[in-house]
């Protein structure tokens, strides 16, 4: 089993920043694939970006591109997601999840694909 708390959600005017945290608990060494994920209110989780745990490989979607960075600290079992220059079109509430399928069995996008998830932390940015 794996337990994921997210930390580091607030309320930032545009342009602003914050970093989030997922802290990893229970079987971390077992996960592979972790990401973020956002929800907008009445919208599906959409993945926000993801990494390889232990590699240098990310995803990142489109409109985060070039302002969000994700990365890890395996020695503290922890998940970052470090967000510049913020919109308010990135309010949402964001997940930490991980995946231990040992492979992309759904994709890196899919819900499908991550067997674990944090409770969320808000993140509200305003014009």
């Known amino acids: 089993q794996v337990q994921l708390v997210e930390s580091g959600g607030g309320s930032v005017q545009a342009g602003g920043s914050l970093r989030l945290s997922c802290a990893v608990s229970?079987?971390?060494?077992?996960?592979?694939?972790m990401a973020w994920f956002r929800q907008f209110p009445g919208k599906e989780r959409e993945v926000v970006a993801a990494l390889l745990r232990g590699s240098t490989w990310t995803y990142y979607v489109g409109s985060v591109k070039g302002r969000f960075i994700i990365s890890q600290d395996n020695d503290k079992n922890t998940m970052y997601l470090r967000m510049d220059s913020l919109k308010p079109e990135d309010t949402a509430m964001y997940y930490c999840?991980?995946?231990?399928?040992?492979?992309?069995?759904?994709?890196?996008?899919?819900?499908?694909?991550?067997?674990?998830w944090g409770q969320g932390t808000q993140v509200t940015v305003s014009s």
């Open positions: 229970g079987s971390a060494g077992s996960t592979d694939y």
């Open positions: 999840a991980a995946s231990t399928r040992g492979m992309l069995s759904y994709g890196v996008a899919s819900i499908e694909q991550y067997q674990y």
